[in-house]
């Protein structure tokens, strides 16, 4: 057991190299760190409470989601009604009291109506409830009611969506190890290590990027437009840098192309040096605004971002080759912005900031420290005491638990993983109990002494029983630091990473590193005592 072959050793000493390399760059400055190649600049980052950086909490609507849900299935039931077979004339539809109620003009067609409305309905999730309920009252007309468990199903598959469409935004950004979490069941807590700008970060995360080209209607009359109104299949939009000076305009309800199929989108600019969006559709959205554009040469369109039209350009020709651009009073910073929320894709509903907070590195600096200062005096106590009790094979010890260090720094640097404040917890807590494993196994080796068992018995059997212990205890800990990583969030998970990397490499470095040195020094020295 005390025999290493040459892979062996290499085996050994060739993940620990590497772990020490890798945990290099995170002493570094900068700078330095700039001119490594790539795969050396694995460096540790630091978490919000560390490093200081910008807090958000986000709220969505689920007023707004009911709200949008109604649209939507309104839309549907015009669609379904008007193109199905045979048609079926209806009156007005209304949305008053939260839901959808329309009169059957031919009462003989309400039980065809409802057999094409019914289906346009779905189930709720796993509640066994359908998403909304139709029914007919006064013999004519249709009710559609949404239900609770609906609701709810549409609110947590938005919030679903709008985490993912936050996080290709703040990673677009470029920054590192975003925290992006549910809280409840309407809420989103957003935090940013080492930005220091959170309003770059709500304006960014505040934007909804719906964005939809329509026509303007140039029939309606300028002062009932002024006055909100807007003929049948129209509406009225703001329009802030309308050059009529009406900061309205009247467009067309048919969207002509949409958001959906945009491709890409980035910041650029125009003849006159002023920054644009250029955006790019996909094959069919680009065939979709050819055709369109092709049919209405010098009539206007309306480029219109979350409900606000942006410009209203002329259509002087065909816009061919599935690319266009948005013009609309921006900064630099502004259309950069709008391109990374185009390209992330539209929110599903709207966030409002209810909390905002900047974590100053202050306190970052001032915990670094003092878990610095923890972990030097952690280490020099542990190292004082292992010389003291063991000797020759406690200072084994002490150079596996300077490499343990090393090496988780390099493991989480690999990884990518942030280091928190329960982080270093962790860390320290790791350190103190790194050489349990050697005590275990010196004092096993102490009493195979005592029972008369020469060195090299003494040494092989003292890491072969103690080693079973070793592993079982090191498990229990692994599953509780699993357990904690799985469900924890935040802190909790911070600690847990921390954890189960420092068992991992503790294990490995108090067991088997010590062990090849102790084979060494045996197969050198050939011993007939030792001091433990």
């Known amino acids: 057991m005390l025999n290493f072959s040459r892979w062996a050793v290499t085996a050994i000493l060739l993940p620990l190299v590497i772990g020490i390399l890798c945990a290099v760059p995170s002493f570094l400055p900068d700078t330095a760190v700039e001119r490594l190649p790539s795969f050396m600049q694995t460096r540790v980052n630091l978490g919000l409470d560390l490093s200081g950086g910008s807090h958000l909490l986000l709220e969505a609507s689920t007023q707004d989601v009911a709200k949008q849900r109604l649209v939507n299935m309104e839309e549907q039931v015009r669609t379904e009604l008007r193109r199905g077979s045979p048609r079926i004339a209806i009156g007005d539809i209304s949305s008053r009291d939260g839901k959808l109620s329309f009169m059957v003009r031919d009462p003989s067609q309400v039980d065809a109506a409802v057999e094409r409305v019914r289906p346009l309905t779905q189930g709720a999730g796993l509640t066994g409830q359908r998403d909304f309920n139709v029914e007919v009252v006064n013999s004519s007309t249709i009710v559609i009611t949404p239900t609770n468990a609906g609701i709810d199903n549409a609110v947590k598959s938005a919030m679903e969506v709008a985490t993912e469409v936050i996080r290709k935004r703040i990673d677009e950004m470029g920054t590192r190890e975003p925290t992006i979490q549910q809280q409840g069941g309407n809420r989103i807590v957003v935090q940013v290590p080492g930005l220091q700008n959170p309003k770059a970060l709500k304006d960014l995360l505040g934007q909804t990027a719906k964005l939809e080209f329509k026509l303007v209607d140039t029939a309606a009359n300028p002062s009932e437009v002024a006055q909100g109104r807007a003929p049948v299949g129209s509406e009225v939009l703001p329009y802030l840098d309308n050059p009529s000076g009406v900061p309205v305009i009247a467009v067309k309800r048919q969207v002509m192309v949409s958001g959906e199929d945009l491709t890409d989108a980035t910041q650029g600019y125009d003849q006159n040096n002023q920054p644009i969006v250029n955006i790019r559709f996909n094959g069919s959205g680009g065939r979709k605004f050819g055709q369109v554009t092709s049919q209405n040469v010098n009539r206007p369109f309306a480029i219109i971002l979350d409900g606000k039209v942006l410009s209203a350009p002329n259509i002087n020709e065909p816009i061919l080759g599935g690319s266009a651009q948005i013009s609309g009073n921006f900064t630099v910073e502004s ?44 280490v020099v106590a542990v190292a004082v005491f292992m010389f003291v009790s063991y000797g020759r094979f406690g200072m084994y010890a002490n150079l596996a638990v300077a490499i343990n260090v090393l090496v988780i720094l390099g493991v989480m640097g690999m990884l990518g993983a942030t280091l928190t404040l329960p982080g270093i917890a962790g860390f320290v807590l790791t350190i103190g109990t790194a050489v349990d494993a050697n005590v275990l196994i010196y004092e096993r080796i102490r009493e195979e002494r005592r029972r008369g068992r020469n060195v090299v ?40 990473i921390v954890l189960l990397i420092g068992i991992a490499t503790s294990v490995f470095t108090a067991v088997t590193f010590t062990r090849l040195l102790a084979s060494r020094w045996l197969r050198a020295k050939r011993p007939t005592e030792i001091v433990i």
């Open 457 to 496: 018995q003494a040494i092989e059997f003292g890491y072969k029983e103690a080693s079973r212990t070793i592993f079982e205890a090191n498990v229990t800990h692994a599953i509780a630091g699993g357990i904690m990583l799985a469900l924890g969030s935040g802190p909790v998970k911070g600690f847990a």
């Open 335 to 378: 259309a950069n912005q709008l391109a990374i929320a185009l390209r992330s894709g539209k929110l599903p509903v709207a966030l409002t900031v209810v909390e905002e907070r900047t974590v100053g590195p202050q306190l970052g600096a001032d915990s670094i420290r003092a878990g610095l200062m923890a972990s030097i005096i952690a």
